[in-house]
């Protein structure tokens, strides 16, 4: 193996122990906590453990965690009105609804339907503009949180070329937009992409965001490069279920310069970029100087 081993956890435990440092101040001049609503609906295994993950994390840097686990046969009136009930309470500062909601529910109406001051997952539409334009706003946590751990990697991005693999709005199409304000040539590339293999190999910087179990391979990246894996499989090897990322890590460690692995890369920076959201919102809706932790 080459590759250095680009450690989230750690990352994310350094950024973690900022946010925790500024709350009592928050504390001092608000009168109150930072809270952050999350809010399941269904049964999901994996949703539950990324829900609950995401309370205990709010709960350990000293905020406020609002959990709401409704059944899978809610209806989107009644989701509507959890959201206007949210939107509404003064001591909720950022709302998360966690992907993907059940076949009958909307999911775009009711991230549409999340006050944009309180969309800690920066994925209403004014977030999304505001990132396209420049203005300050929330971003995504996974793409903040990828774009943190390839600064951290190599600095100054500009000039390099990235591809972003995926083009979801929770991912790639954010991911694609902050590289390109850090001045990356950016491919963004999808399921329609001709010649995927080489398109990568001109990549300095590549962001996996599909969903498919170690599809980049190891003679796919160029030398050196970057890589960063957004993915989470759950794979069934030598009788053991294992979690996997988009990248063949085995193959794309002895060729790239730096990687992301799966489990304990982009995941735990992920769950911190929710918590510097919610601590910015907070800021932002008590019209205080925001706190820089990035
Ligand atoms: N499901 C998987 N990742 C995410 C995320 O970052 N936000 C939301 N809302 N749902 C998700």
Same mark, same amino acid.
């Given at each position: 193996?080459?590759?250095?081993?680009?450690?989230?956890?750690?990352?994310?435990?350094? %950024? $973690?122990?900022?946010?925790?440092?500024?709350?009592?101040? &928050?504390?001092?001049?608000?009168?109150?906590?930072?809270? %952050?609503?999350?809010?399941?609906?269904?049964?999901?295994?994996?949703?539950?453990?990324?829900?609950?993950?995401?309370?205990?994390?709010?709960?350990?840097?000293?905020?406020?965690?609002?959990?709401?686990?409704?059944?899978?046969?809610?209806?989107?009136?009644?989701?509507?009105?959890?959201?206007?009930?949210?939107?509404?309470?003064?001591?909720?500062?950022?709302?998360?609804?966690?992907?993907?909601?059940?076949?009958? #529910?909307?999911?775009?109406?009711?991230?549409?339907?999340?006050?944009?001051?309180?969309?800690?997952?920066? %994925?209403?539409?004014?977030?999304?503009?505001?990132?396209?334009? =420049?203005?300050?706003?929330?971003?995504?946590?996974?793409?903040? $949180?990828?774009?943190?751990?390839?600064?951290?990697?190599?600095?100054?991005?500009?000039?390099?070329?990235?591809?972003?693999?995926?083009?979801?709005?929770?991912?790639?199409?954010?991911?694609?937009?902050?590289? #390109?304000?850090?001045?990356?040539?950016?491919?963004?590339?999808?399921?329609?992409?001709?010649?995927?293999?080489?398109?990568?190999?001109?990549?300095?910087?590549?962001?996996?965001?599909?969903?498919?179990?170690?599809?980049?391979?190891?003679?796919?990246?160029?030398?050196?490069?970057?890589?960063?894996?957004?993915?989470?499989?759950?794979?069934?090897?030598?009788?053991?279920?294992? %979690?996997?990322?988009?990248?063949? &890590?085995?193959?794309?460690?002895?060729?790239?310069?730096?990687?992301?692995?799966?489990?304990?890369?982009? =995941?735990?920076?992920?769950?911190?970029? #929710?918590?510097?959201?919610?601590?910015?919102?907070?800021?932002?809706?008590?019209?205080?100087?925001?706190?820089?932790?990035?």
């Amino acid at each position: 193996m080459n590759a250095t081993i680009i450690d989230g956890k750690a990352h994310a435990n350094r %950024l $973690g122990e900022k946010i925790s440092a500024s709350i009592p101040a &928050f504390r001092e001049q608000a009168g109150r906590i930072p809270g %952050l609503a999350v809010v399941l609906v269904g049964t999901d295994p994996a949703s539950e453990v990324y829900v609950r993950s995401k309370g205990r994390m709010a709960r350990k840097l000293g905020m406020e965690s609002f959990e709401y686990v409704l059944p899978e046969s809610t209806s989107q009136a009644d989701l509507l009105g959890l959201i206007a009930t949210l939107n509404a309470d003064d001591a909720v500062d950022g709302i998360l609804v966690q992907l993907p909601l059940p076949h009958h #529910l909307d999911s775009l109406a009711v991230i549409n339907a999340i006050d944009p001051s309180k969309d800690v997952d920066g %994925l209403h539409p004014i977030s999304a503009g505001n990132l396209v334009s =420049g203005l300050p706003g929330l971003t995504s946590c996974t793409p903040l $949180g990828c774009l943190l751990l390839l600064k951290s990697e190599l600095g100054d991005l500009s000039g390099l070329d990235a591809i972003v693999i995926g083009r979801s709005i929770l991912v790639g199409k954010p991911m694609a937009q902050l590289l #390109l304000a850090e001045n990356c040539t950016v491919t963004m590339a999808h399921s329609r992409t001709r010649d995927l293999p080489s398109k990568v190999r001109q990549a300095d910087i590549v962001v996996a965001a599909v969903g498919q179990a170690e599809m980049v391979k190891g003679d796919w990246i160029k030398p050196g490069a970057t890589v960063i894996d957004v993915g989470t499989s759950r794979v069934v090897r030598d009788d053991r279920t294992r %979690l996997v990322g988009d990248v063949d &890590f085995s193959g794309a460690s002895q060729v790239a310069g730096a990687i992301t692995p799966v489990p304990g890369g982009v =995941g735990p920076m992920t769950i911190m970029c #929710l918590m510097h959201n919610t601590v910015i919102a907070a800021h932002r809706r008590g019209d205080l100087p925001l706190p820089s932790f990035l």
